[in-house]
């Protein structure tokens, strides 16, 4: 399967997009490789793109203003898109950073394109709405994951959501993202793998 066979087969299985609406944006997609540690979008910077992660992991994260500490707040693996999405869809400085957090190639859209998509067919106002929805879902159950769950739940969570993300992304990026220390991750590891 191409890459931009990829991008379509995402899109349809995730708003029933059918191949002549995805054909309509096929000259707008764009290819980017990012080397680890790259930047898909900084901190104060208005995000311009949505990205589909084609192989890769990227992050995004805050930068605590007395500890000087990142602390990940969202994780994107492959088969899934890549954007600060307030930043994006107000089109309004981002308030945190975005990061390759291994080499990475993407397949990205402009938002001036993707909105003139919106224009021309009723399926792709659709994939808006559903992408602010998912948008929406995924903040709600950030937050909701630290205020109702500990942290082995949300450990659990993230091997259900990201199942793949132990393959490319170093433990201390996924204590940060769970809320954790490092140790604290060991322990709910092998308490889990001697279950």
């Known amino acids: 399967m191409s890459e931009i066979e990829k991008v379509a087969f995402a899109l349809n299985h995730f708003a029933e997009l059918s191949t002549e609406d995805f054909n309509l944006s096929i000259s707008f997609?764009?290819?980017?490789?990012?080397k680890k540690g790259d930047f898909f979008n900084q901190h104060k910077i208005v995000c311009k793109y949505l990205g589909f992660i084609i192989d890769g992991a990227f992050r995004s994260y805050i930068i605590d203003s007395k500890t000087f500490e990142e602390k990940?707040?969202?994780?994107?693996t492959q088969n899934q898109f890549v954007v600060p999405f307030k930043s994006f869809i107000n089109q309004t400085p981002c308030d945190y950073h975005t990061?390759?957090?291994?080499?990475?190639?993407?397949?990205?859209i402009n938002i001036d394109d993707l909105l003139s998509l919106y224009k021309q067919s009723h399926q792709?106002?659709?994939?808006?709405?559903?992408?602010?929805?998912?948008?929406?879902?995924?903040?709600?159950?950030r937050m909701e994951g630290f205020v109702f769950k500990s942290p082995e739940e949300r450990y659990l969570d993230l091997i259900k959501n990201y199942p793949d993300i132990f393959n490319n992304t170093p433990l201390y990026h996924i204590s940060s993202y769970l809320g954790i220390q490092g140790p604290?991750?060991?322990?709910?590891?092998?308490?889990?793998?001697?279950?």
Not at 100 to 106: F, K, P, S
Not at 129 to 140: K, P, S
Request: no cysteine; proline share 0%.
């Open 99 to 108: 990061q390759a957090l291994t080499n990475a190639t993407i397949l990205y």
């Open 124 to 141: 792709w106002e659709r994939f808006g709405r559903l992408m602010a929805q998912e948008a929406f879902n995924l903040t709600i159950e």
């Open 72 to 76: 990940n707040i969202f994780l994107y």
């Open 184 to 195: 604290s991750l060991s322990r709910i590891r092998k308490r889990l793998a001697s279950k």
């Open 29 to 34: 997609w764009h290819k980017k490789e990012y």
